[in-house]
């Protein structure tokens, strides 16, 4: 068995660790590249959303390096999502690729059981227990748990820091270092000394910088190479951004869930305005947008790719919590025609909104 799975985010240096850890053969795809997406939107149906079409390039390129099993999580709701496993098992066997598919669903849709035993597999081929099993897992979730942590504390210091372009330096090394080892404790100690050296960074808390938040399809806002970069732009604008879907979130809600008690506080924010689950993260979406308004930020960039479903309903309800709350909510679509010029002119025309908004109210209110 030589394991492999899709890229979304960082989540590739957890999925690293847990498997270094266990003692599991597996091929890393190269970062999401033009290549992946040109390899997927070739051999994915034409009105399949992003995600699906980067990953394909994803499995592609890993089985091009060896890999035959992948490891993918399961549905999010009633939207394409549940029907990703299936459909991509069968696109790769079309292209002659017979690989084996690891489901990690919910246990509330497929049960507790079920769950460990598909998770089981990996701890079975590995040879070894399943309290090594558990271990190598929880140094995996850890390890998300710190890389989302420093991802957070960068994007956001980023608006404050004194020497212009630290905090992106210091997640390009840690990202680059943290993949370099194959020891899950030592990437565990890399992942801390990062998360010190970043609240190391010098910041002059006199500044003002603009505060963004992204929001939207949960693919799009982590996945940095289907957004094109957008925290990384923001952060050579100086401006602060945040979002609140990352891996470990997701991890969080997953778990909440069998319990119903998973994000509580944004449930309720989108109480008003969407108050059931439609799929996706429509529901999470406008309830950060609700968030980001009562924070205080200075506005928020939804994302989403062509043809989301769920998204285009929370894209129809923004509007209205943009007039109710007076917050500037612009929404980027994105699909593999995006072209770059065009995409970074509208950020830069709505960072300039933000900034023209923030001048006419010290006019008005003198301070
Ligand atoms: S949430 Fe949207 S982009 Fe993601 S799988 Fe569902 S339909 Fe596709």
Redesign the pocket.
């Known amino acids: 068995m030589k394991v492999t799975f899709p890229h979304m985010g960082n989540i590739h240096i957890a999925a690293k660790i847990f498997l270094d850890d266990l003692g599991v053969d597996y091929v890393v795809p190269p970062i999401s590249n033009n290549k992946a997406l040109e390899v997927g939107t070739m051999y994915s149906p034409e009105e ?5 079409k980067i990953m394909i390039g994803n499995y592609i390129q890993a089985i091009e390096q060896g890999a035959d099993t992948v490891i993918i999580v399961g549905s ?1 709701g009633p ?3 549940g029907e ?1 496993c299936e459909l991509q098992m069968n696109l790769l066997k079309k292209l002659g690729h017979e690989i084996t598919f690891i489901v990690l669903d919910s246990p509330r849709d497929v049960g507790k059981k079920e769950l460990l035993e598909r998770a089981g597999l990996l701890v079975k081929e590995s040879g070894k227990n399943n309290y090594s099993g558990i271990l190598a897992m929880l140094k995996g979730v850890k390890a998300i748990e710190l890389m989302d942590e420093i991802e957070k504390e960068a994007y956001w210091l980023a608006g404050y820091e004194i020497n212009k372009g630290e905090c992106k330096k210091l997640l390009h090394d840690c990202r680059q270092k943290v993949v370099s080892t194959k020891d899950s404790d030592q990437a565990l100690k890399i992942l801390k000394e990062y998360k010190k050296k970043i609240n190391r960074v010098k910041m002059d808390s006199t500044k003002q910088p603009l505060k963004v938040s992204i929001i939207g ?4 806002v982590i996945e940095p190479f289907s957004n094109q970069y957008i925290q990384e732009r923001l952060m050579d604008y100086g401006v602060s951004s945040n979002r609140m879907l990352t891996p470990s979130w997701w991890l969080k809600d997953l778990l909440g869930k069998v319990v119903k008690m998973n994000s509580i506080s944004l449930r309720r924010a989108s109480q008003e305005y969407l108050p059931l689950g439609i ?3 429509a529901r999470e979406c406008i309830g950060e947008a609700v968030l980001a308004a009562k924070e205080g930020q200075d506005g928020a960039i939804q994302l ?2 062509v ?5 285009i309903v929370s894209k129809s309800i923004l509007p209205t919590i943009s007039k109710d709350k007076d917050f500037p909510i612009m929404t980027l679509v994105l699909d593999e025609m995006t072209g770059q010029s065009g995409y970074i002119t509208r950020i830069e025309a709505f960072l300039d909104l933000l900034e023209r908004r923030r001048e006419t109210s010290h006019v008005l209110f003198g301070n």
């Open positions: 399949m959303c992003l995600p699906f999010c939207c394409r999502f990703y399809e949960i693919y799009t799929g996706g993260h989403f790719p043809g989301c479903m769920p998204e």
